[in-house]
């Protein structure tokens, strides 16, 4: 079980240590820095945070003593643009998410970027390369901001049996897969449904906006997407994928968990759809399912009894290596951590900075 | 020399003191500054070489209108001064 969770908000990143018992915040690193992603590699411990500088933009720092220390290293940047190009600008916004690699490639990371970009390290961060292909595909102009100005990759699957199968949601422009370590795409949404779009284009996989994705570690071809109207699952590996239907309080949300020792559990964090995202009658819940998404439990037992508006955004919900402890944080920056899968929940602080990630370290 | 200065807050992450530097234009001054002391320039410019969005340049007071090719003209007495833009949060 994770005794260490990374909290990246918006003034710094903040550590919480479990010791004799008990979770208590350390002293946070970057002070005062926006912090959008954060990473704890398990192959050599090493800890990533991408930092988001509002006027010198996006500066990427990595520890290798367990955040006593930290050291700046390279940011993803893009190509030169040529003239004339459709789309964004090629210029980095922001780190949405960073990922490692697979077991057998150690010092291997991905980053998923707005706008739309999906980089990849091989020597831990000292030097990055726009996945070109995926970047390059005549679909990519198509992606829409979601929330943000332009496109963004907020969620990377590689799957663990197979490093070369890599698997990214797009807000908004569906799932996209490589079976060849990055070299080719296929747009594999089929079965998702988009219910802002007109009618004829409801159904297409471009169109999609999904907030997050995850993939089960012991059975990846089950992966999990909280959609902008709706939950999803796929049971073969993102070929197809299903609606859930019986979900709890309300399908909207941005995060999803997985357990990662059982496919068919997973945790969300409803809100009330969708200008007004805030928890569906201002009682903080998360909702389980155990059984692959046919029935839904509603958890809320030590979140906040008085009204909550606390959003929990789509990076700040995490569940450990055991499947036992889960965190969620939210926007107003309220943090919780739940040491049996969800029953019960306790308050590590309801006085944060807004926060847009929790992550579990070894 | 025409002299370049950078916000102090740029000291918080980058070690920037005021220097003296040859150039004509506001690009070569600043070529010059990153040439001695490269990790400054990503926290000024992009990776296409513009100015970053929420920075600004003066130039003997007066913002420069080039912020993607940077060819304002500079005067051997020139003040460049590298500020960050006004932002909220």
């Known amino acids: 079980m994770s005794d260490r969770l990374l909290v990246g908000t918006r003034k710094g990143l903040f550590t919480v240590a479990r010791r004799n018992g008990r ?20 192959r050599d411990s ?60 150690p010092g291997v990371l991905w980053a998923g970027t707005i706008p739309g970009g999906l980089f990849r390290s091989r020597d831990r961060g000292d030097n990055w390369s726009l996945v070109r292909s995926l970047w390059e595909h005549p679909s990519r102009t198509e992606w829409m901001g979601g929330g943000y100005d332009a ?43 988009a219910e802002y779009m007109p009618p004829d284009r409801q159904g297409d996989p471009l169109v999609q906006d999904v907030h997050r994705m995850v993939a089960c570690p012991s059975r990846p071809d089950v992966l999990w997407a909280q959609h902008h109207n709706g939950v999803f699952r796929s049971t073969d590996g993102a070929a197809s994928w ?4 019986a979900c709890a309080l309300s399908c909207f949300g941005f995060a999803v968990a997985v357990d990662p020792n059982n496919a068919d559990t997973a945790w969300f964090v409803p ?20 059984d692959g998404g046919r029935t839904f439990e509603v958890l809320r037992d030590g979140l906040p009894a008085e009204a909550a508006y606390d959003l929990i955004y789509r990076h700040a919900l995490d569940v450990d290596g055991s499947g036992e402890r889960l965190a969620i944080g939210s926007t107003t920056g309220g943090l919780w951590i739940s040491e049996n899968r969800g029953n019960s929940w306790q308050c590590i602080s309801a006085h944060l900075p807004p926060i847009a990630a929790v992550r579990f370290a070894q | 020399m025409p002299r370049v200065v950078f916000t102090s807050n740029l000291q918080r992450y980058v070690t920037c003191p005021e220097r003296a530097v040859r150039g004509a234009t506001v690009g070569q001054a600043l070529a010059g500054v990153f040439a001695d002391t490269p ?13 970053r969005r929420h920075i600004h ?30 932002s909220g949060g």
């Open chain 1, 23 to 42: 979770w208590s915040l350390l002293e946070p690193s970057f002070l005062g820095d926006p912090v959008t992603a954060v990473l704890a590699d398990p």
């Open chain 1, 46 to 105: 090493t800890l990533y945070a991408a930092l988001n500088l509002g006027h010198f933009g996006v500066k990427m720092r990595r520890s290798k003593d367990g955040g006593k220390t930290w050291e700046e290293h390279a940011a993803p940047t893009y190509p030169p643009q040529p003239e004339n190009a459709p789309g964004p600008a090629w210029k980095l916004v922001q780190v949405w998410v960073m990922e490692t690699g697979g077991a057998d490639e």
């Open chain 1, 151 to 193: 496109a963004g990759i907020h969620s990377i699957c590689i799957d663990p049996r197979d490093r070369r199968k890599v698997s990214v949601a797009v807000s908004t422009g569906g799932v996209w897969q490589s079976r060849d370590g990055g070299e080719t795409w296929d747009l594999r949404a089929s079965g998702m449904r």
């Open chain 2, 39 to 51: 990790q400054i320039r990503d926290y000024v410019l992009d990776e296409q070489g513009h100015v």
């Open chain 2, 57 to 86: 340049i003066y130039v003997d007071g007066r913002r420069i209108a080039d912020r993607e090719r940077l060819t304002d003209a500079v005067h051997d007495d020139s003040e460049i001064c590298v500020l960050q833009a006004l």
């Open chain 1, 271 to 290: 809100a009330m759809k969708d200008e007004k995202r805030v928890p569906v009658n201002a009682q903080l819940a998360v909702t389980r399912t155990r």
């Open chain 1, 242 to 245: 299903n609606e859930i239907r």
